[in-house]
């Protein structure tokens, strides 16, 4: 067998040269096919990188609309609740501190359903597990 490898033959018993020529004609294929490779994997990137800026300013967004959404709700609340409680402190009035717990606990309620609006939106939805499965053992 090594005397035919050296007589010009592989092992299989064709000619070397005949494998050089089928391996040369493979060879346009081959160089045609890893440009087009080469082009997709560009394509995808270019894709890739934009649709990472539609992500990021998609959580620009959504973190102005949340900063939006804190100030107008909590951020007016608590000082009103605050000035409400202060007054609340210096008044000697039963009937004036009791409506003014009133309307102190209303302003609590308001600011916890706030809080709870804005949590459920921080979160996502696949995430949440529903209240069945969380005490399933």
Excluded: F, W
């Amino acid at each position: 067998m090594k005397r035919a490898a050296i007589a010009g033959e592989d092992l299989g018993g064709a000619p070397r040269a005949a494998c050089r020529i089928k391996a040369t004609a493979l060879m346009p294929d081959l160089s045609q096919r890893v440009a087009s490779l080469e082009s997709q994997l560009q394509k995808r990137s270019k894709q890739l990188a934009t649709l990472n800026r539609k992500l990021l300013l998609t959580g620009n967004k959504q973190r102005r609309a949340l900063a939006r959404d804190l100030h107008d709700d909590l951020g007016q609340l608590l000082p009103i609740l605050k000035i409400k409680l202060t007054a609340l402190y210096a008044s000697q009035d039963l009937a004036k501190i009791h409506a003014g717990l009133k309307d102190v606990e209303k302003l609590v309620d308001i600011a916890n359903g706030s809080l709870r609006s804005l949590s459920l939106q921080l979160s996502t939805p696949t995430l949440r597990v529903p209240a069945r499965a969380k005490r399933s053992p």
